[in-house]
């Protein structure tokens, strides 16, 4: 009699508001702290896709870092801020049971995110899921070649990014097993956006609340 393999242990990702993440498993990631109650200091590893103030906060960095923490961020903020590794578009970095991919995020004609500044989404591959950060960034070419997704984080605020209809497509696109929206709630992008996406994605989608975590088994 063969044993049977016990189950895997689930990643939690929990939306912390605006375009911020945390993803947990036998690590503990953060995407583009912003806002960040209290100083949780439990960071193994922080992304940063860009610049922007919204996105990179010196102080949340600081809050949600554990001793040894590891931050991986576009060049440019790597130059302006003097903390952590570059990770280009294409780039990979790995480290025990994580592996991060920089994927290109940039609007195809709005002026706020210029592809020329190799700004980042970043696909996250963790305990043996994949998850997708899309970063503030419109419907892209580079979305048809990502890998299987047990997850797609997606803009759909509008103006600097997609709105709900163009983050259903992209998710049309790229049909990861769920889809949970972001960029709304805060600075731009509303409830009412939020709800169309769901309405409109093609599979699963979940409308978190800041805080609430939702397992991936």
Same mark, same amino acid.
């Given at each position: ?14 939306? #912390? ?55 991986? +961020? ?74 299987? #997704? ?13 709105? +709900? ?28 956006? +939020?709800? +169309? ?21």
């Amino acid at each position: 009699m063969t044993e049977k393999s016990s189950p895997r242990k689930p990643v939690l990702i929990t939306w #912390l508001g605006h375009a911020s993440f945390s993803i947990t498993g036998t690590q503990k990631i953060y995407v583009d702290p912003w806002k960040i109650e209290g100083e949780p200091g439990d960071g193994d590893l922080v992304l940063i896709s860009h610049s922007h103030y919204d996105h990179c906060s010196q102080e949340d960095i600081h809050k949600v870092s554990a001793p040894g923490c590891t931050i991986l +961020a576009a060049q440019s903020v790597v130059q302006e801020t003097g903390l952590g590794e570059a990770l280009l578009p294409g780039g990979t970095w790995s480290c025990k049971t994580v592996s991060i991919t920089g994927i290109p995020a940039y609007n195809m004609r709005a002026p706020y995110h210029s592809r020329k500044k190799q700004w980042l989404g970043f696909v996250i591959a963790l305990d043996g899921r994949t998850i997708y950060y899309a970063g503030d960034t419109d419907l892209i070419p580079e979305m048809q070649e990502l890998p299987p #997704l047990d997850a797609a984080l997606l803009p759909i605020g509008g103006t600097y990014t997609m709105d +709900a209809a163009q983050a259903a497509e992209a998710a049309a696109e790229m049909q990861p097993k769920l889809v949970i929206p972001y960029h709304w709630g805060d600075i731009i992008g509303s409830l009412t956006d +939020a709800k +169309a996406f769901l309405a409109a994605a093609p599979m699963p989608a979940r409308l978190l609340v800041p805080g609430e975590p939702c397992s991936i088994s």
